[in-house]
């Protein structure tokens, strides 16, 4: 048995069909004759394999030393867009800060999550993201977006604030080699 329903929409899909083939626009061929080519006086040359050449009418490109422009270094340090300029980024960071304070640590996420949105490149985001992470105990997220934040400190003291983090990760953890680097880089700073 065939559902009316379906029988409608087959009986709508074949009028569609229909009514489409009847009014496609109807395609019309044009004849053009080839464009001659001007006769030219160069005579061509015959190859024994039957190719003909035939020179080519312009002179010989020559060749010209370019000078090189070597581009100016660019400076060592990199500056990113950390967003500390941005009002609504501020705004969102004090929220952020006043949040983990209290212990908030979903309204504390959502903050940073926002302010990063802001700014993509802050190591303040990342920090405050990675310390949220270890205080749910969700200690693998913390040592990633400490990795990921370490991209965009631009001070020692921030990449201690990482190394910290990831320090505290890996002891949860309890992965040794985590540990192990951790405190090696937090010697070195």
């Known amino acids: 048995m065939i559902n009316r329903y379906t029988k409608y929409i087959v009986g709508l899909t074949i009028m569609m069909t229909l009514a489409g083939c009847q009014t496609a626009p109807q395609h019309t061929t044009k004849v053009t004759k080839p464009v001659e080519k001007p006769k030219t006086s160069q005579p061509s040359v015959p190859t024994p394999d039957g190719v003909k050449i035939t020179p080519y009418d312009?002179?010989?490109?020559?060749?010209?030393?370019?000078?090189v422009v070597i581009p100016q270094q660019?400076?060592?340090t990199q500056s990113l867009d950390d967003g500390q300029g941005n009002p609504a980024f501020k705004h969102l960071m004090q929220?952020?800060?006043?949040?983990?304070q209290k212990g908030q640590w979903d309204v504390a996420e959502r903050s940073a999550l926002n302010a990063q949105r802001i700014a993509p490149q802050s190591a303040e985001t990342f920090l405050y993201l990675a310390r949220i992470a270890n205080q749910k105990k969700q200690y693998a997220n913390a040592e990633s977006l400490a990795r990921r934040g370490l991209g965009f400190a631009q001070s020692a003291t921030q990449k201690k604030m990482f190394w910290n983090v990831?320090?505290?990760?890996?002891?949860?953890?309890?992965?040794?080699q985590t540990v192990a680097e951790a405190l090696r880089q937090l010697q070195s700073l």
């Open 58 to 67: 312009h002179p010989e490109i020559k060749r010209q030393k370019i000078p």
């Open 95 to 100: 929220q952020t800060q006043m949040a983990f």
């Open 74 to 76: 660019k400076a060592a």
């Open 166 to 176: 990831i320090l505290q990760s890996g002891q949860q953890l309890k992965t040794q």
